[in-house]
């Protein structure tokens, strides 16, 4: 048996009797090559946490705008103030986006975008409580700890109030994204200024003591190195051991297209992107649910990720920007027929959740009852 083998026979030891693996067994399951041992025990993992069950939710994205005054580097998706793809969506455009979410029977809307050079803090605000107003029973997931950080930065007030008016006016959780690699070796590299890893982790502290619950996520693909992926995992779960309050982690590829990051970067493997997601579910032994998100991983690779700790494939979504900005070729929206036969095929158990894992329970699944004015499976 090689020194690597023998290794990874010791943490197959330890996964077994359930005890926690340290950053120096992460660093040996990034350095093994064996995709099965790795699957075989985040299952084991996932199977021991979810059962068969795969989760699936019926959700919309809105980005009010694309303008930002960062520019990391791996963003395909922002804009200049006045560069010739800039927007910032009207009121109208946006209430009309919810109303076309809960038209199609969507139980939350992802809400994330660009920070606005000259838009106040108050456009934000308005944005959740307009909706919340009009469509009280849309889970609004609203901006990352990045937005939460720029919005501390506008109004020189604590992120802690901010939350608290922003849940009081609507706000249902928090999303994951704007994580990216913590380790500041990397983050001063790809995206300098911006909120850095004790901010991003303080704003989700700050909010689960609030009561309210988040997700996490990691950007995984470009010029960051194990250590730095395994030191980012880490850093979740001490959050998570001093709160509770994530509820699933979502490892993201690096899409190399359309940003400056990506010049002579390859997309990550397919081999790469089941390893992430087996790491994570291995190190995340605190976080409930694992998202092989198929917006950005691709549907084949999603639908087998299942087997290799992911329990959720993340939601019907539509008008995604961020994703296909930067090259991504899945389509923009899946039927709820076409999500629940992937999950069945792979021999999982399709159950469509709310944002905080709730199950629901409809009529009749969602996708039959829009089915008399639209096609249900996968829409270009
Ligand atoms: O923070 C940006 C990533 C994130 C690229 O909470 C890129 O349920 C790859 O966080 N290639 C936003 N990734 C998306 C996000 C998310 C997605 C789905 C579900 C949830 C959730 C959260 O997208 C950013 C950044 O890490 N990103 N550009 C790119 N070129
Ligand atoms: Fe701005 Fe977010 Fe893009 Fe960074 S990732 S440039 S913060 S929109």
């Not at 010739?84 to 199609?104: G, K, N």
């Not at 297209?257 to 992107?273: A, C, F, R, W, Y």
Request: aromatic share 8%.
């Amino acid at each position: 048996m090689t020194a690597t083998a023998r290794r990874l026979a010791d943490i197959v030891d330890k996964v077994r009797a359930g005890e926690r693996l340290t950053f120096d067994d992460g660093l040996a399951l990034e350095a093994s090559a064996d995709l099965f041992t790795m699957g075989e025990l985040a299952n084991l993992v996932r199977e021991r946490k979810n059962g068969n069950v795969t989760y699936y939710n019926v959700n919309t994205h809105l980005n009010p705008t694309n303008v930002c005054v960062y520019r990391c580097m791996f963003c395909s998706f922002r804009s200049d103030l006045k560069g010739p793809t800039a927007y910032v969506m009207t009121d109208e455009q946006i209430l009309a986006r919810a109303r076309e979410a809960t038209e199609r029977g969507c139980t939350e809307l992802h809400i994330v975008g660009g920070l606005h050079h000259q838009l106040p803090y108050e456009w934000y605000l308005g944005i959740i409580a307009n909706i919340h107003r009009e469509f009280p029973d849309l889970h609004l997931k609203a901006w990352t700890a990045v937005e939460w950080d720029w919005f501390e930065r506008l109004t020189k007030r604590p992120t802690r109030e901010l939350l608290a008016e922003m849940k009081a006016a609507g706000l249902g959780s928090l999303p994951g994204g704007g994580a990216e690699i913590f380790h500041p070796e990397v983050r001063e590299k790809i995206c300098d200024y911006k909120a850095d890893a004790d901010q991003w982790l303080r704003v989700h502290r700050e909010w689960h003591e609030l009561g309210g619950k988040s997700n996490a996520t990691m950007l995984y693909g470009h010029v960051e190195r194990p250590e730095h992926r395994i030191d980012h995992l880490l850093r979740l779960r001490g959050l998570q051991d001093e709160t509770g309050g994530f509820q699933t982690f979502i490892p993201l590829a690096f899409h190399p297209e359309n940003n400056t990051l990506g010049q002579g970067i390859p997309k990550p493997s397919g081999l790469t992107d089941l390893k992430m997601m087996a790491v994570s579910r291995l190190m995340l032994d605190n976080f409930p649910h694992v998202k092989a998100y198929w917006q950005m991983l691709g549907i084949k690779t999603a639908q087998v990720a299942q087997s290799w700790g992911a329990d959720d494939l993340d939601g019907t979504v539509v008008h995604e920007k961020i994703y296909h900005a930067a090259g991504s070729d899945s389509p923009q929206e899946m039927g709820v027929a076409e999500l629940r036969r992937l999950i069945e095929e792979a021999g999982r158990v399709p159950v469509e959740r709310d944002t905080l894992y709730r199950e629901v329970v409809r009529p009749e699944p969602a996708g039959r009852r829009w089915a008399a004015g639209r096609e249900l499976v996968v829409l270009g």
